[in-house]
């Protein structure tokens, strides 16, 4: 609680890894790596990486050339150890892109060199032309989704998994050595569906919506995140919630916004005002349960 008695909000930084997301430039290592530590050392709760390959802007935007970003799981790892009280995130992995079975080994890796700092987020992808262009099968990406998460969450939770599935296999497959939680990092599902609903509430430790932006925006999420938690059988109260939302902050501007609109398929309507306008927002967040 804060000291008004109002809910308290962790706030956390997604970091601009994407070309041309700095006044038009790409920002490269050492720039992130500045913004990360100026985002610690200031008191922000968590850094996020996005994992995208290469956006095909062309899709969406005809005539623009596509927009790739630096690879998540090398970042994060960077990040891990150049950080020291910082929580950090992916926002989120694209099941799809790598092994579950490594990822996991990937993720619990990245938790030890942390020192128990990372949030596991997990989505099954948003953008069949990505898949496409960096050979990835695109068909069934729910079910692929669900099977993977079954391999991650067994390995991350009880150190072993036996799975056979239509898509993936782990026969008999161990995760050693173990990092340094007992049941791994939380897992986040990014999720935009009810049947990502549905297992967001059966699988993860935290549910992430975004980018709705504003607070009146998130009230039927949450409705449909507490259903599903219903429908499976658990007390809603027992999962995380999160969103992302976009800030316009005064003097700085979203870089690449019109990309972003056509992306999300929805139109955007980042946070703006004053620092004050932007907290009190963000509290109605925190009001509603976030």
Same mark, same amino acid.
């Given at each position: 609680?804060?000291?008004?008695?109002?809910?308290?909000?962790?706030?956390?930084?997604?970091?601009?890894?994407?070309?041309?997301?700095?006044?038009?430039?790409?920002?490269?290592?050492?720039?992130?790596?500045?913004?990360?530590?100026?985002?610690?050392?200031?008191?922000?709760?968590?850094?996020?990486?996005?994992?995208?390959?290469?956006?095909?802007?062309?899709?969406?935007?005809?005539?623009?050339?596509?927009?790739?970003?630096?690879?998540?799981?090398?970042?994060?790892?960077?990040?891990?150890?150049?950080?020291?009280?910082?929580?950090?995130?992916?926002?989120?992995?694209?099941?799809?892109?790598?092994?579950?079975?490594?990822?996991?080994?990937?993720?619990?890796?990245?938790?030890?060199?942390?020192?128990?700092?990372?949030?596991?987020? !997990?989505? +099954?992808?948003?953008?069949?032309?990505?898949? %496409? #262009?960096?050979?990835?099968? @695109?068909?069934?990406? $729910?079910? *692929?989704?669900?099977?993977?998460?079954?391999?991650?969450?067994?390995?991350?939770?009880?150190?072993?998994?036996?799975?056979?599935?239509?898509?993936?296999?782990?026969?008999?497959?161990?995760?050693?050595?173990?990092?340094?939680?007992?049941?791994?990092?939380?897992?986040?599902?990014?999720?935009?569906?009810?049947?990502?609903?549905? !297992?967001? +509430?059966?699988?993860?430790?935290?549910?992430? %919506? #975004?980018?709705?932006?504003? @607070?009146?925006?998130? $009230?039927? *999420?949450?409705?449909?995140?507490?259903?599903?938690?219903?429908?499976?059988?658990?007390?809603?109260?027992?999962?995380?919630?999160?969103?992302?939302?976009?800030?316009?902050?005064?003097?700085?501007?979203?870089?690449?916004?019109?990309?972003?609109?056509?992306?999300?398929?929805?139109?955007?309507?980042?946070?703006?005002?004053?620092?004050?306008?932007?907290?009190?927002?963000?509290?109605?967040? %925190?009001?509603?349960?976030?």
């Amino acid at each position: 609680m804060s000291a008004t008695g109002a809910p308290s909000l962790k706030v956390g930084l997604l970091l601009p890894t994407y070309e041309g997301m700095v006044d038009g430039e790409t920002p490269h290592w050492a720039d992130l790596l500045a913004l990360a530590r100026h985002a610690e050392a200031v008191g922000f709760d968590s850094l996020w990486v996005v994992d995208h390959l290469v956006i095909p802007v062309g899709q969406f935007v005809p005539g623009a050339q596509p927009m790739g970003a630096w690879e998540c799981w090398s970042l994060l790892a960077a990040l891990a150890a150049a950080t020291t009280r910082i929580e950090l995130g992916s926002l989120v992995t694209c099941t799809a892109f790598r092994n579950p079975a490594l990822l996991a080994k990937m993720a619990d890796t990245v938790d030890e060199i942390s020192g128990g700092r990372l949030t596991l987020g !997990l989505g +099954a992808g948003s953008l069949p032309a990505e898949f %496409a #262009a960096c050979g990835y099968p @695109a068909d069934h990406r $729910v079910d *692929r989704f669900e099977e993977a998460l079954a391999i991650i969450r067994g390995l991350l939770r009880d150190g072993q998994v036996d799975f056979v599935g239509r898509h993936y296999q782990a026969r008999e497959c161990e995760l050693r050595p173990r990092g340094p939680r007992t049941g791994g990092p939380p897992i986040l599902v990014g999720a935009r569906s009810p049947r990502m609903d549905r !297992l967001a +509430a059966r699988h993860a430790d935290v549910w992430n %919506a #975004a980018w709705p932006n504003r @607070a009146e925006a998130l $009230v039927a *999420r949450l409705a449909a995140i507490d259903a599903a938690c219903q429908e499976v059988g658990r007390d809603p109260a027992t999962l995380e919630r999160t969103v992302g939302v976009m800030v316009d902050l005064p003097g700085v501007g979203l870089s690449r916004d019109w990309i972003w609109a056509k992306i999300v398929r929805e139109p955007l309507k980042p946070l703006t005002g004053s620092a004050g306008e932007i907290a009190a927002e963000l509290q109605s967040c %925190a009001d509603l349960g976030v």
